[in-house]
């Protein structure tokens, strides 16, 4: 029986990487499959992973349609038998809904991949539509860290390395060692909570533990 599982996790915690070596291990069996994903860091229509890894992909805008897509293809003798579906947090519900409209009535398993919560501890509304959906939800066990050592466990979104609560949702930026512009940072909860991201950590460790002020919140126009 088809089914609809959504992996799920933080950044760093192996999601893309798990995403293609899924479909290499189905597609080693005979099963063919497509490729999706959104706003992918290596750009548009890609799939790839922080090891390196980096496959072509379909990508996935607002006009999107899972099911018209998946039967153009099979009208045009097109094998589809599973979706790989990377990114999934930025798809909206209704697209959700079509992939599980395409595991019911078409028996098409769906691989979903995504982060489950914002740089503010929301959920992503995809997310959200596929936690409430999926047939299963699996965190995923790769542990991703936060600066002091924790299990990073929050997304937090940061500005010339201060962390910010405030903006638009969806925000693509620099996922590097770069702390210039916008950037992205897993942090434990307690760091995420008191915004002291491994920038101002560092900060604060240069001038003293004597320093009265708390520079976890950061500047006070972020």
């Not at 080693?28 to 229509?45: C, E, I, M, Q, V």
Request: aromatic content about 8%.
């Amino acid at each position: 029986m088809a089914e609809l599982v959504f992996f799920s996790g933080t950044m760093d915690c192996g999601k893309s990487t798990l995403a293609l070596q899924l479909d290499h291990n189905h597609s080693a069996r005979g099963r063919t499959g497509l490729k999706f994903s959104r706003n992918d860091r290596a750009g548009t229509d890609r799939l790839s992973s922080r090891l390196g890894l980096e496959v072509a992909a379909h990508e996935v805008r607002d006009d999107t349609d899972f099911w018209s897509f998946v039967v153009d293809a099979r009208r045009h003798g097109e094998t589809v038998d599973y979706l790989i579906c990377d990114e999934a947090q930025f798809y909206s519900t209704t697209q959700v809904e079509q992939l599980a409209r395409l595991v019911d009535e078409v028996e098409i398993d769906v691989f979903a991949f995504g982060i489950t919560a914002d740089f503010r501890s929301h959920l992503f509304p995809g997310s959200a539509r596929l936690i409430e959906l999926a047939d299963r939800v699996e965190v995923l066990q790769v542990q991703a860290l936060c600066w002091c050592g924790a299990r990073a466990t929050h997304n937090a979104r940061t500005v010339d390395g201060w962390m910010v609560v405030e903006g638009a949702q969806v925000v693509v930026g620099d996922t590097g060692d770069s702390v210039s512009e916008v950037a992205y940072e897993v942090l434990c909860r307690r760091h995420h909570m008191r915004r002291m991201t491994s920038a101002s950590a560092r900060l604060r460790s240069a001038t003293g533990d004597g320093l009265v002020l708390d520079l976890s919140d950061g500047p006070a126009t972020r």
